[in-house]
Nanobody, 125 residues
Framework: QVQLVESGGGSVQSGGSLRLSCAVF?????????MGWFRQAPGKEREGVAV???????NYAESVKGRFTISQDNAKTTLYLQMNSLKPEDTALYYC??????????????????WGQGTQVTVSS
C-alpha cells in the first residue's frame, strides 16, 4: 500500500514562494508511479495543479504555468512542488496523489488512488 505524507505548507504574502514536499512510502515499483499535486479551496472542487509522468514529463494547470514547478528525486521517493509568485487565489489545501501508471486525464483528481492528508497553503494580499 502506497502512503504519501505532505509537508511544507504555510502562510505567505502575495508574491512569495513556498516549496511543498511529499514523501512516498511503500511503492515497491516506484518507476510505475504517476504522481501529482492537487488542491481544494473552500467551497470549490478539488483540481489538478501539476503532474509528473513516468518518463518525467510534466503537465500543469493553466493557472499555475510559469509559476509552479513539479519535480521528484531520482529514487522517486519524494515529490516536490516549488511555488513562486504566489497569489491569494492559490490559497487551498494541497494534496499529493499517486496511481500506478498515468491516466489519460492527467490532471483529473478522480483518476488517482493514493492520497496524502493535505497541507494548507494560505496566501495573503
Amino acid at each position: 500500500q502506497v502512503q504519501l505524507v505532505e509537508s511544507g505548507g504555510g502562510s505567505v504574502q502575495s508574491g512569495g514562494s513556498l516549496r511543498l514536499s511529499c514523501a512516498v512510502f511503500g511503492a515497491t515499483y516506484s518507476n510505475n508511479l504517476c504522481m501529482g499535486w492537487f488542491r481544494q479551496a473552500p467551497g470549490k472542487e478539488r483540481e489538478g495543479v501539476a503532474v509528473i509522468g513516468l518518463l518525467g514529463i510534466t503537465n500543469y494547470a493553466e493557472s499555475v504555468k510559469g509559476r509552479f514547478t513539479i519535480s521528484q528525486d531520482n529514487a522517486k521517493t519524494t515529490l516536490y512542488l516549488q511555488m513562486n509568485s504566489l497569489k491569494p487565489e492559490d490559497t487551498a489545501l494541497y494534496y499529493c496523489a499517486a496511481r500506478w501508471f498515468c491516466p489519460t486525464n492527467l490532471l483529473g483528481p478522480t483518476s488517482y488512488k493514493f492520497w496524502g492528508q493535505g497541507t494548507q497553503v494560505t496566501v495573503s494580499s
